[in-house]
């Protein structure tokens, strides 16, 4: 992780060299980073990229093929457990990277379970593993697609303590 960090400012120079010899605008660097500085026993070497914008990825916290319970697989808070969204800015802020260069990506897709019983059918509820194509994922196009054509059969629901929308059918 250091030599990531010193490959980012070997960038950045580059950056400043070249918007300064060639009186053209300064290229912005960025980075997809994981939702926490804590990707290993190192981590993130926040001080050496922190003028850098850094794009932090808010989801696959948990899948079907992961986990035998479901779950928001990119939940804004979750209380019992560190594997959430604001967990994960705030661990960036705290380790020194400013709010204004942190970029928040948005999922666009979502996983499907398999319950074990379709009456406990909440966030934490036990399941089989995936419920499509093997892996449980499904585009945002797909999950619309799916509402639209199975209508009042299926449920959209909101959970508040996870800030999430879910569906069941």
Do not use: C
């Not at 950056?15 to 060639?22: F, K, Y």
């Not at 969204?85 to 398999?114: E, M, Q």
């Not at 194509?133 to 945002?140: Q, S, Y």
Request: glycine share 8%; charged share 15%.
């Amino acid at each position: 992780m250091f030599n990531m960090g010193v490959l980012f400012q070997e960038w950045r120079a580059a950056i400043d060299l070249e918007a300064r010899s060639s009186n053209n605008s300064q290229l912005i660097l960025t980075a997809k980073v994981r939702y926490s500085t804590l990707i290993s026993l190192q981590g993130y070497p926040v001080q050496m990229i922190k003028q850098n914008w850094v794009h932090v990825i808010s989801s696959n916290y948990t899948q079907p093929l992961s986990s035998n319970l479901t779950s928001a697989h990119a939940a804004l808070y979750d209380p019992s457990s560190y594997l959430n969204t604001d967990y994960g800015i705030r661990d960036w802020i705290i380790g020194g990277l400013s709010a204004n260069k942190l970029v928040l990506s948005l999922p666009f897709y979502g996983f499907a379970w398999t319950l074990e019983n379709p009456i406990n059918n909440g966030i934490g509820a036990p399941a089989k593993g995936p419920a499509v194509d093997g892996t449980g994922f499904l585009t945002h196009k797909e999950i619309k697609n799916y509402t639209k054509r199975n209508g009042p059969d299926v449920h959209v629901l909101y959970n508040s303590t996870n800030v999430v929308n879910y569906w069941t059918k």
